[in-house]
């Protein structure tokens, strides 16, 4: 016997939202977000800047594995305002993290990161593509 499930059509109009849209407005809910990034490409490198305003570097991390660059980490921000004799605060605390697929030309051992004005700066030095075997023809044995 087949089962009946019941349509819910706002279930399927959520889920076309952004994910980080309750917490934009200052609604409960999720409160991941994703940092803006530009990715670069110099002849000698790749270039990930990545904005995280009021983010500490000590709350963050940068990793390559299997070629994937991941960043990684947690936005606590508060703001507190003082207006005729009452005060205001504002709290925000989100976790993100952002995925970019590298090249394999990537020296992953001489990768660097740094930090300036919200700005995380990610290097991707390239290396030289190793040289492909030359083409060879193949003999094919009889019986």
């Not at 700005?119 to 023809?137: G, H, I, Q």
Request: glycine share 6%; hydrophobic share 35%.
């Amino acid at each position: 016997m087949a089962n009946v499930v019941r349509w819910n059509p706002f279930e399927e109009m959520w889920s076309l939202v952004p994910r980080d849209w309750l917490a934009r407005l200052g609604l409960p809910g999720e409160t991941e977000w994703s940092p803006r990034c530009d990715v670069t490409e110099r002849d000698d490198a790749i270039v990930v800047q990545a904005e995280l305003p009021g983010v500490a570097p000590g709350d963050m991390e940068v990793t390559v594995e299997d070629g994937v660059l991941t960043l990684r980490g947690e936005k606590r921000s508060e703001r507190k305002e003082e207006e005729k004799g009452r005060t205001y605060s504002e709290r925000f605390f989100g976790s993100f993290e952002r995925r970019i697929a590298i090249p394999e030309t990537v020296d992953a051992e001489r990768i660097s990161a740094s930090m300036k004005d919200g700005v995380l700066e990610v290097v991707l030095p390239k290396r030289e593509p190793e040289p492909k075997a030359p083409a060879r023809k193949i003999d094919i044995k009889a019986g």
